[in-house]
T-cell receptor, first 110, second 113 residues
Framework: RKEVEQDPGPFNVPEGATVAFNCTYS??????FFWYRQDCRKEPKLLMS???SGNEDGRFTAQLNRASQYISLLIRDSKLSDSATYLC???????????FGTGTRLLVSP | DTAVSQTPKYLVTQMGNDKSIKCEQN?????MYWYKQDSKKFLKIMFS???????INETVPNRFSPKSPDKAHLNLHINSLELGDSAVYFC????????????FGPGTRLTVT
């Protein structure tokens, strides 16, 4: 079983739609969780951290369910510029070693 | 100003050759990383250095040798290149205590023919 699993998509949504991605992780000892964004043929960039209580950053909401070992990302009012691959990232401790999922591709169309 | 830079951006070479990729960061970070992203887009850490000291060394063939001359630079030398080494190699940096916030370079697309 992969350490971090994501639906590769693509998720095709119209502008203005709400879309949600889930990610599951296998190691219950995982300590912290993040979402990174990677545009086509570009480098990954940190989008947001995921806290146990859930957290929101503008149109983006991240949630963590430790009992079920999954995290989610909700994007409201999708913009064309949201089209990218969203990488679920898990940290086992010590912060330096991040384990990346293979990403979920989002395509937002006019 | 480029925060994390890598050279070259593209590298096409034949099997059996030896090549190097260079990385520099001007963010003042103390930790640097090398990642490999394969054709299936799977991004996996290879090495990490903190203040020139190796702290993460994943299961990577001995043909790959990182070198950190100072904390702003981390180079990757690859001996006897193989077809399976074709991938995008990303350098990244962070502060040790904020290692989850990693800043990536633009990547080096290596093609081995």
């Amino acid at each position: 079983r992969k350490e971090v699993e994501q639906d590769p998509g693509p998720f095709n949504v119209p502008e203005g739609a709400t879309v949600a991605f889930n990610c599951t992780y296998s190691n219950s000892a995982s300590q912290s969780f993040f979402w990174y964004r990677q545009d086509c043929r570009k480098e990954p960039k940190l989008l947001m951290s995921v806290y146990s209580s859930g957290n929101e950053d503008g149109r983006f909401t991240a949630q963590l369910n430790r009992a079920s070992q999954y995290i989610s990302l909700l994007i409201r009012d999708s913009k064309l510029s949201d089209s990218a691959t969203y990488l679920c990232v898990v940290n086992m401790g010590g912060f330096q070693k991040l384990v990346f999922g293979t990403g979920t591709r989002l395509l937002v169309s006019p | 100003d480029t925060a994390v830079s890598q050279t070259p951006k593209y590298l096409v070479t034949q099997m059996g050759n030896d090549k190097s990729i260079k990385c520099e960061q001007n963010l003042g970070h103390d930790t640097m990383y090398w990642y490999k992203q394969d054709s299936k887009k799977f991004l996996k850490i290879m090495f990490s250095y903190n203040n020139k000291e190796l702290i993460i060394n994943e299961t990577v063939p001995n043909r790959f040798s990182p070198k950190s001359p100072d904390k702003a630079h981390l180079n990757l030398h690859i001996n006897s290149l193989e077809l399976g080494d074709s991938a995008v190699y990303f350098c990244a940096s962070s502060q040790m205590d904020r290692g989850y916030e990693q800043y990536f370079g633009p990547g080096t697309r290596l093609t081995v023919t």
